[in-house]
């Protein structure tokens, strides 16, 4: 994706369609082929066997959730255990002593206070320095403990929708965008961080630090409202902490590339991401070169490559090859 | 009439027009909690004017960390803009400067704690008074014998004769006291309250000017409710 169409997106626009003619001549010509050829009922056996055989393979999914727990576990430790590696939460902490800060509460403070210390700066760029090079929304699903429950939410949402028990009913994602912005002109005009009020990624990560607390129930609303009227609402329309990581993933060097050659065009991808809209380009004819980046909203979870049994889509970092 | 695509289009955005305004209301409830709490909450050491304090603090929990007390909690939801914010319940455990050199404000990132102090004698967090002078035992002459708070108090203060680095258990350190001077006694700031007799071999404590609303006397004195409190945000300079 274009970085403009990449923030674009982000942002909540609906993926643009770029005239055919436009496409790369290569990609033309697979799209050609792959129109004339046709499916048999042996290709479609075996595909369907294939997918079998991928919906079990959860090798990044498996490692994001230890890296994630473990991350998690680590601030629990050094306090609990009183080990010190990382102290804080994720909001603010200190890694063997190096200041960090997370950029959405960091954004909300100097927005609300007008003042910036040093330390604050410090540990602002050294996180942007990080996500940068680890992809931006990499936060969301390899650290956020929210995003691990919501995953968990997620497949209690899908199980009902499936047995028609429920229906999804989803949003317009231009409204992460609005409240973006809301919430910071609220922290500038109030001088409250008013969005840590409700930040479940805060809240949650507190509680497992310091131990439980009341406002766990406003999570337990949350995901509530995720497994039985909308899924992942939060993520997918209300964090402002995933749009201010989304917007260094634009720029990063870790991206999902997509390759068209042996893509078989089922969606199986599709189903599993928590931001399709990414994912346009594996859509039959979509795709305008044979090698697509996706873009700035993808949180690099590495569901859509355990998920394709063509390997179609890779984790990539630029300038290096690639490593799935 | 209008297509089922058009109308799901439109209840789709009037929708999240809900989820917003839901969303936004639920974060703005904050506001309740904050304006009728003010300065009610007793504040870490340099902890700056209560609504800058509010605005500057990341809800991190670092000061939690390193208070060899454990002194300091961190606010709930019912604190509205005050959720993860920190704060002393002086009268469960107060801030006894345990660490000398006020290792919560060194641990805070974003100066939501004034670098600015240094020394325990700079703090400012509130002023003690006597709220209940008729339950005060040196006003009524009496003397004091036990655990300050009982056998089931968790609080811990450093006593420098025992261990000079290592707080113990109040109740680890019980008293014979022929007139109760607690409050006096264990008070870690140099001329900051002292004990003036009344007559008839009964004191009365007068707090000075130098307080700095640790939590201390709250914390040590032995009457339920305790005789003295720490009014959170006052100063001597007040008076």
Redesign the interface.
């Known amino acids: 994706m274009k970085m403009w169409e990449s923030l674009r997106v982000l942002l909540g626009g609906k993926p643009r369609k770029i005239p055919v003619e436009q496409y790369s001549s290569q990609a033309q010509q697979i799209h050609f082929i792959k129109r004339e050829e046709k499916l048999t009922k042996e290709k479609l056996a075996e595909m369907e066997a294939e997918h079998i055989k991928s919906r079990r393979h959860h090798y990044w999914r498996n490692r994001r959730w230890i890296v994630l727990i473990i991350t998690n576990l680590l601030f629990v430790v050094?306090?609990g255990l009183d080990i010190?590696i990382l102290?804080?939460?994720l909001?603010?902490?200190?890694f063997i002593g190096f200041?960090f800060?997370?950029l959405n509460?960091?954004l909300q403070?100097m927005l609300?206070?007008?003042?910036v210390?040093i330390?604050?700066l410090i540990?602002t760029t050294t996180v942007l320095i990080l996500w940068w090079l680890l992809g931006g929304r990499t936060f969301c699903s390899w650290v956020c403990p929210y995003h691990l429950m919501a995953e968990f939410a997620e497949k209690i949402h899908l199980k009902l929708v499936e047995k028609k028990i429920i229906k999804d009913?989803?949003?317009?994602r231009?409204?992460r965008t609005?409240?973006y912005f809301?919430?910071a002109i609220?922290a500038f005009v109030?001088?409250?961080?008013?969005?840590?009020?409700?930040n479940p990624v805060?809240?949650l990560s507190?509680a497992l630090?310091?131990g439980a607390?009341?406002?766990l129930?406003?999570v337990a609303i949350l995901l509530l409202f995720e497994i039985f009227y909308s899924r992942r609402?939060w993520c997918r329309?209300?964090c402002p902490i995933g749009i201010t990581y989304g917007v260094i993933g634009v720029f990063s060097p870790l991206q999902i590339k997509y390759t068209l050659q042996n893509c078989q065009h089922e969606g199986e991808c599709l189903k599993v991401c928590l931001v399709p809209h990414v994912l346009e380009c594996v859509k039959k004819g979509r795709a305008s070169n044979e090698e697509m980046f996706i873009g700035a909203d993808c949180t690099r979870c590495g569901l859509c490559v355990d998920t394709c049994p063509t390997n179609s889509l890779t984790f990539h970092l630029k300038g290096l090859s690639n490593f799935s | 009439m209008r297509n089922p695509r058009q109308i799901e289009a439109r209840r789709?955005?009037l929708?999240?027009i809900g989820?917003?305004v839901g969303?936004?209301g639920?974060?703005?409830?904050?506001?309740i909690p904050?304006l009728k709490s003010q300065t009610l909450r007793l504040r870490p050491p340099g902890a700056l004017e209560e609504?800058?304090f509010?605005?500057?603090?990341?809800?991190?929990?670092?000061c939690?960390?390193?208070c060899p007390v454990q002194a300091i909690k961190?606010g709930?939801?019912?604190d509205?803009?005050g959720?993860?914010v920190p704060f002393i319940d002086g009268r469960t455990q107060a801030c006894d400067f345990s660490c000398d050199a006020l290792q919560c404000i060194l641990?805070c990132?974003?100066?939501a704690l004034s670098?600015e102090l240094s020394k325990k004698e700079q703090v400012k967090m509130g002023f003690a008074r006597l709220a209940q002078p008729e339950k005060c035992l040196a006003r009524q002459g009496k003397n004091f014998k036990g655990q300050a708070r009982g056998s089931d108090f968790k609080g811990k203060l450093r006593y420098s004769e025992i261990d000079r680095w290592k707080p113990i258990a109040i109740r680890e350190h019980p008293y014979d006291l022929l007139l109760c001077d607690l409050c006096v006694r264990q008070c870690p700031i140099p001329q900051a309250i002292k004990l003036v007799s009344i007559g008839d071999n009964k004191s009365t404590p007068i707090i000075e000017k130098n307080c700095v609303g640790c939590g201390v006397c709250e914390m040590i004195c032995p009457t339920e409710p305790p005789a003295i409190v720490i009014d959170a945000r006052k100063t001597g300079e007040m008076l």
């Open positions: 050094s306090f010190q102290e804080g939460a909001t603010a902490s200190r200041h800060a997370d509460s960091a403070v609300a206070f007008k003042e210390l330390n604050l540990g009913h989803p949003f317009d231009r409204l609005v409240l809301i919430f609220l109030t001088g409250y961080t008013v969005f840590e009020t409700i805060g809240i507190r630090i310091y607390s009341l406002a129930s406003w609402a329309y209300i | 789709t955005f929708r999240s989820l917003g969303v936004l639920f974060s703005l409830l904050g506001f904050t609504n800058s509010l605005a500057s603090c990341i809800k991190c929990g670092q939690v960390q390193v961190l709930d939801v019912i509205g803009f959720i993860g641990a990132p974003t100066g670098h």
